[in-house]
C-alpha cells in the first residue's frame, strides 16, 4: 500500500515551501510524467505501487521521451510544463518532489531506478551516492 494522497502532497509541499496544496500536486503530476519517461518495467510498477493512486497513474502513463534527458533537461523540461516557471524554481520543483518520491521508493529500489537514469539523478532525489 502507498503512500496516500494527503501525506504525499504535504511532505511536497513542506518541501518546496508551496503556498498551496495545488502548487505542490503541480510539480508533483509535472515530475512524476517526466520520470515515468524515464523508468520501465518491474522497477517503475514497484514505485508506482508506492504511490498515491493518482500518481501512480500518471508515472505508468507517462509522457513519452525520445530519449532519457541528463538532469540540466529534466529540470528545463519541467520548467516548460509549469507556468511561470524558471530553471531556479524548477530545480526546486524537482528536487521537492523526488525527495518525497524517493522516501516513498526506500533505498533498495531507489538505487536500482538510477541505474535506469543518466549520472546526476541521485542528488535531485537528495540522495547523493558514493561514487566508487
Known sequence: ?????DAFL???QERGDYATPHE???????????LGAHVVGADRAELAA????TFALIL???????????T??????????????????AKWDVSAVLS??????GDDLLRRLLLQLPPGYDLLFGRPQRQD
Open 100 to 105: 518525497v518520491v524517493a522516501d516513498c521508493a
Open 24 to 34: 505542490a500536486e503541480r510539480a508533483a503530476r509535472t515530475v512524476l510524467a517526466l
Open 60 to 70: 505508468l502513463n507517462p509522457l513519452q521521451a525520445a530519449e532519457p534527458l541528463d
Open 10 to 12: 504535504k511532505s511536497v
Open 1 to 5: 500500500m502507498g503512500m496516500q494522497w
Open 72 to 89: 540540466a533537461r529534466f529540470v528545463r523540461a519541467t520548467a516548460a510544463w509549469i507556468e511561470g516557471s524558471t530553471e531556479e524554481t
Open 50 to 53: 508506492r504511490l498515491p493512486e
